[in-house]
């Protein structure tokens, strides 16, 4: 009996030593796992307090910069398109009219202009040439240089710029507003419910439509206008100094004139005479009455 009773106490010795061993190393395993994480805390702090003057970590280097997005915005475009006529009157005189007839237009040519009109007039004492030229606006002062260059001597040089940018821009405006305000009639047309309100906005939508092509109309001069300028261009060749222009006509051409001119008074007085016929008419009757009506005086013995 007394045996039993001592190997039941020295096995729960054991027992009891054995738990012990065991919460030991349970508590050792705890220590070192909470070591570790304070080191590797405090080495995050470190790191952290290291690195705070640098900034956010930079992107790794096998990275193509070429393919990261780039946030671009086209700068939006401002039309300042300055809409200038100008207009140029050159009278010159020349050396050999058709040398000069040859080489002007090769000169037009040349700065990319056309002409628009020509009148050509020759009396006996001078040959001369009226001409509107066409040029580009860039080569405007280029082409008045050009056909200048060759002058013997110039009477008239006039240049003239009018700046049409401001009504080129109101009216086109407006042109844009005449349209909403025709596209809201149209609807309105839509909505009519009898003929009378139809033709009453049909009669707005055409009125709307005639502006919009008078203005659409004012926009096209303007810019062609403005695109090509205009060069009025008079020269002439003396073909005789002696024969002026100005000179006092002969006897016989001043007898012709004024017999000319006393034929079309008498013309203009017959026509006249003829359109009031019928206050002669009636002059001839009130003459017949009034002799008729006129009391006979008697003869005297």
């Excluded at 060759?150 to 405006?173: C, G, H, L, P, Y």
């Excluded at 009519?192 to 008078?214: D, F, H, P, R, T």
């Excluded at 205009?230 to 222009?245: E, F, H, K, P, R």
């Amino acid at each position: 009996m007394k045996i039993f009773i001592a190997a039941l106490a020295a096995m729960l010795l054991f027992i009891a030593c054995d738990k012990n061993n065991v919460s030991d190393q349970k508590q050792k395993t705890q220590d070192v796992t909470l070591t570790a994480v304070d080191n590797k805390s405090e080495a995050g702090t470190i790191d952290y307090q290291t690195d705070s003057t640098i900034g956010p970590p930079a992107p790794p280097d096998n990275i193509d910069k070429k393919k990261q997005p780039v946030a671009t915005q086209p700068a939006p475009k401002t039309d300042w398109d300055k809409k200038i006529i100008k207009n140029a009157t050159l009278n010159f005189e020349v050396k050999d009219y058709k040398s000069f007839y040859s080489s002007f237009r090769e000169k037009v040519k040349s700065v990319g202009g056309y002409v628009a009109q020509e009148e050509q007039t020759q009396s006996e004492y001078k040959i001369e040439n009226t001409i509107a030229i066409k040029v580009p606006v860039d080569q405007f002062d280029n082409a008045v240089n050009l056909l200048s260059a060759n002058a013997e001597k110039i009477n008239e040089k006039k240049i003239t710029s009018q700046d049409v940018t401001t009504e080129f821009v109101d009216t086109r405006s407006r042109i844009e507003s005449k349209k909403q305000v025709r596209e809201r009639y149209i609807d309105l047309l839509k909505q009519a419910k009898n003929m009378e309100e139809i033709l009453n906005v049909q009669s707005e939508i055409n009125g709307m439509q005639e502006e919009i092509e008078s203005a659409s109309g004012r926009i096209q001069y303007l810019g062609h206008s403005s695109a090509f300028s205009t060069i009025n261009l008079t020269y002439y060749q003396v073909l005789n100094s002696a024969a002026v222009d100005n000179e006092k006509p002969s006897f016989g051409k001043e007898v012709a004139s004024a017999f000319k001119t006393g034929w079309s008074w008498v013309t203009d007085l017959f026509v006249a005479l003829v359109s009031i016929w019928p206050l002669f008419i009636v002059s001839f009757f009130a003459y017949l009455l009034y002799k008729k009506m006129k009391p006979v005086k008697p003869k005297q013995a």
